[in-house]
Structures are given as structure tokens and as C-alpha cells.
């Protein structure tokens, strides 16, 4: 595929008695915005280390706009920001960026860059050492776009921001997806990966135990539920006939009726004449579908 910007086929990874990764693979397309989610462990940086070439595979293979991933035309297309925050003392915010930029053939201009990541005239005039955290981040935000890249890797790029670095943080990556870029990030901010992802790749035990939008993820809760509004007075007795039926309760005034299968449900409901209206299906939530698809249970794999 022409648009095919990633490609892991079988990618395992080895630290002496420990596989950290094992068989991995999956594609990536141009536009998309990917969330690696899972466990602590679970395999998620030692995959970016391997598509940044940080590190290399035991086995298997990783491609890269078609390319490995350590070509110097690949990293000419790539911008990262890792977890650990490290910036160059004795340089201004200024002078580190317009070095940074010229190491790429068509970086981003700088105005863009402030314009993208939140940097002040201030920012821009203070040495590195005597950022604050939230500094730090917005600079390590600028030097992930400065080459201007089409694929741009975050691992848990939220940490220690406030709620409003946050905000503006997501409304950037959803303004960088419409502009074509191609997005992965980790994180442990389940309704981030929930709100801000079209795909979702979820880790464990070194391997991926779902793969799909938030949606198709959530779908996969064993226990769904349809919930509605219905006069207090009417008997539910008769869905509790019901084999697809799990359990019935009430919860501000509505009625929520648990069930592996939602669209025999909404039959029931119909069926039995209850008079129910406001009726929704409830697919849960992302943190209750990574509970389950993590637990170890050969149900959830």
C-alpha cells in the first residue's frame, strides 16, 4: 500500500531471560492516530524503541516509509517525544529550536512551532536549565514537530501536564491529523486514547490482545447493557425470563438491563410492551474493555 507508513511483521524482542516483545505485527496507514495502550510491562516503549531504532529486533522485521528504521531519509521524516525530558543547558529556547530545525531539510517555521506547542516570547528567551516542568514539555512538544515530520511518536507525552497544557496538547495532534500527519502515542490516560484516537493497539504480556477503533474495543465487554426511562410502576418480571437477560437494575431512574446480546434486548423491551422510552445501549466504558482484555482470563483474550 502506497499510504502505508508503518509495517511490523512478527517483531519479537529479547532481554536476556525476558521476552518484552513477542510476534508483534500490524500497519499503520498515512492520517492515522494510533494509541498503544496497556499494563506497565506490557511491551508498549520497547515497540517505539524498535520503530525509533533505538533498539533492535531479536527477530522479525519493521519498515519504515519502506525503509529501515535507522536510514537517515527515515529519520528526516520522524519527530518523537519520550518520556524522559532532556534539554541541552547553557542554550536558549530559541537557539536550541533554529538548531534543531537545521538539521531538516524542510523544518517547520518557527512561528508555526510557537503557534502549535504554547511557547511565549518568555519561553523563547529563557535557558533551558531554568524551565519549569511545564516548560520543559511544550519544549520537548516543539523539538518533536520542528523537522516538520509526517510521522510523529509520542510515549506518554501528558505526564505532569495541568489539564489545560492538556487540552491544548490534543487539540494540536487532532489539528497535526487533519493536516495528514500520521500520529502514534502511549499513554496510561485511557479516556486521552478514548477521545483523541481513531485506532487502538492493546498490549500485553509483550503481545496485542485487541486491535480496533475505541468502539470495536469497547463492543468487546462481555457485559453490555441497554438502559431506558419506564413508569416505576410497570413489572420487569417478564425480561428476567429471558436467557439473553444477565441482570436488571435501576439507577437514576432508568433501568439498565445487562446482556451479551444488546440487539435481543431492544426485541424484549418491544416485545413485552413495557412502554420504555429514552432508550440508549450502553457500550461501557474504555477502562472497563482494557480491565477485562488485560485480566488474563482466556475469556477476555
Known sequence: MSDEVLCLEKVTRCFREKTAVREVSFSISKGEVVALLGP???????????????????S?????????????????????????????????????????????????ALKDL????????QDLRTRAEKLSG?????????LALAGNPELIIFDEPTVGMDITSRNRFWETVRTLANQGKTIIFSTHYLQEADDAADRILLFKDGAIVADGTPEQIKARIAKQSVSFIVDPEISLESLFLHSEVVDIYRKNNRVYVQSNNTDRVLELIFQEKLGAHDIQIEKGKLEEAFEQLTSGTKEAM
Do not use: C, W
Open 40 to 58: 506497565n510491562g506490557a511491551g508498549k516503549t520497547t515497540t517505539i524503541s524498535m520503530i525509533l531504532g533505538l533498539l533492535k529486533p531479536t
Open 60 to 108: 522479525g522485521e519493521i519498515k519504515l516509509f519502506d525503509h529501515q528504521p535507522d536510514e537517515k531519509k527515515v529519520r528526516e521524516k520522524i519527530g518523537t517525544m519520550l518520556q524522559e525530558v532532556s534539554v541541552m543547558p547553557g542554550l536558549k529556547v530559541r537557539e536550541i529550536l533554529e538548531l534543531i530545525r537545521s538539521y531538516y531539510p524542510q523544518p517547520l
Open 114 to 121: 510557537v503557534n502549535l506547542t504554547g511557547l511565549t516570547e
Open 134 to 142: 511545564g516548560q520543559k514539555r511544550r519544549l520537548s512538544f516543539a
